[in-house]
């Protein structure tokens, strides 16, 4: 587990956006609402999840993402989920005519490192389903830290996730952006503040690195608010 945790982070620092990168903000929002039945070994998550570009002016995806999970142990958690996710197009007579769709499987290790340090490691498979070309098979190494400040109810977090394609999708539509090796980074700096027991918030900055291979990379940088419920 240490060793793949290392090796992420190593790989997410080698890929720092290019020079020549195009460039753009944007506005991401997600709420997120995960139950554990009542204290049972089952698990369930949705997430709902808007997003703008152009400068936060333009409307530009909508991801649902439900899961069912399973606690192997307090710490290790393993679950399998889908995600639809709406690429808006308002050119079109319909409006996400391009959607994608994803079968996903993932491992998550859950830990306190400390009373006030938390940390998750998350990796997870994904088959993408495009509506546009074949599927596409991408594994995702997120690291998570949250810092709780002594006597508040505030906290710090910090999150990169690195994004891998195994297969290339050629002679089509997806090919400058499906391709074997690194497709995306993402790192993300915030406060939080748990507002009750069960509901807590956190927004901050995101920086998104894409990758692509015959068109230039993209370097986004990005307002990313999450909203959480457990219960």
Same mark, same amino acid.
């Given at each position: ?21 195009? /460039?753009? @903000? ?27 570009? /152009?400068?936060?002016? /333009? ?66 498979? /994904?088959?993408?389903? $495009? ?31 690195? $994004? ?47 990758? *692509? ?9 990005? @307002?990313?608010?999450? $909203? *959480?419920?457990?219960?």
């Amino acid at each position: 587990m240490k060793k793949t945790l290392v090796l992420s982070i190593c790989s997410s620092l080698a890929f720092a956006p290019s020079v020549k990168a195009a /460039e753009d @903000w944007g506005t991401w929002i997600s709420s997120t609402y995960q139950t554990d039945f009542g204290g049972s070994r089952y698990l369930a998550f949705l997430e709902l999840a808007p997003r703008l570009k /152009e400068d936060s002016s /333009e409307f530009s995806q909508f991801i649902i993402r439900p899961l069912l999970g399973y606690k192997i142990t307090p710490k290790l958690q393993l679950w399998l989920g889908y995600a639809w996710q709406g690429e808006y197009n308002g050119h079109s007579d319909v409006e996400f005519d391009n959607a994608t769709q994803d079968l996903m499987q993932q491992v998550q290790w859950i830990d306190n490192l400390t009373p006030a340090l938390n940390l998750q490691y998350r990796f997870r498979l /994904e088959q993408r389903f $495009f509506a546009d070309a074949d599927s596409g098979h991408r594994m995702r190494h997120r690291l998570r830290l949250q810092y709780t400040l002594p006597g508040t109810n505030a906290y710090l977090i910090a999150i990169d996730e690195l $994004f891998i394609y195994l297969n290339s999708l050629n002679a089509s539509p997806r090919e400058s952006s499906v391709q074997p090796g690194v497709n995306q980074n993402r790192s993300y700096v915030g406060i939080g503040y748990k507002l009750t027991p069960h509901i807590n918030l956190d927004t901050g900055y995101q920086l998104q690195y894409i990758n *692509n291979f015959n068109d230039p990379d993209v370097h986004n940088s990005i @307002w990313f608010t999450n $909203f *959480n419920v457990t219960f």
